[in-house]
Nanobody, 116 residues
Framework: QVQLVESGGGLVQAGGSLRLSCAAS????????MGWYRQAPGKQRERELV?????????NYAGSVKGRFTISRDNAKNTVYLQMNSLKPEDTAVYYC????????WGQGTQVTVSS
């Protein structure tokens, strides 16, 4: 049974930083490409892929976060991270991790709120 548990969100002022974590179980984590997605307020049917990391460590970022966010993984801990710096109010969203392409199952997400 797949489980994805996101944590690390919170309320931060613009320009601040947060580090998100996602612990995965029920999958062979080291073989999977993992991604961070976000769902902004008022966009209930849209989840935007913001970053992903392959099983070999290659990374890719959405243009809106490139240079500010860094995705990483620790295969020994079955965990993927998202370091978010220079946060902007438009980064406010619920953040989720999942495979790429995503599984049907989603975790509960973690709320990130950036105040101006």
């Amino acid at each position: 049974q797949v489980q994805l548990v996101e944590s690390g969100g919170g309320l931060v002022q613009a320009g601040g930083s947060l580090r998100l974590s996602c612990a995965a179980s029920g999958i062979i984590f080291s073989l999977n490409t993992m991604g961070w997605y976000r769902q902004a307020p008022g966009k209930q049917r849209e989840r935007e892929l913001v970053a992903h990391i392959t099983n070999t460590g290659n990374t890719n970022y959405a243009g809106s976060v490139k240079g500010r966010f860094t995705i990483s993984r620790d295969n020994a801990k079955n965990t993927v991270y998202l370091q978010m710096n220079s946060l902007k109010p438009e980064d406010t969203a619920v953040y989720y991790c999942n495979n790429l392409p995503p599984r049907e199952y989603w975790g509960q997400g973690t709320q990130v709120t950036v105040s101006s």
